[in-house]
């Protein structure tokens, strides 16, 4: 995600979950045909990691968990349609890879349960 009204629409009107130690916002909407299926942005504040080597590390982590596990969240979601994904992560501290990309598992699967209940839906209008 690169601009701000983006963002900030996402942040305004989209749905959100904690699948700890993230916090996942998310919004359909309908896709131009040079939009991706998804796009994903990832927050980790300042507050709780002063060092920018650390913050960098933990959305190294988060984006490769994401990277890993994407294409499940692609096969399902509907045509004509894209996701915005934001993760924040919420932990004081560093987890390692396996909890993070547990978590991000997790977060997609509560995805796919909100796609497969608004099937008969449009789910993009739901704005």
Known sequence: MCHKAGFEALLASGQSFVSYPLRVVYRFYARDEKDAPARVAISVSKKRFKRAVKRNRVKRLVREGYRL???????????????????????????????????????????????EKDNGRNIADSD
């Not at 993760?87 to 560093?94: A, V």
């Open 69 to 115: 596990n994407k294409q499940t969240l692609y096969s399902a979601i509907p045509e004509g349609k894209t996701i915005d994904i934001l993760f924040i992560y919420l932990q004081d501290d560093i987890f390692e890879f396996h909890k993070i990309e547990k978590a991000i598992t997790g977060a997609i699967k509560k995805i796919l349960v909100y796609i």
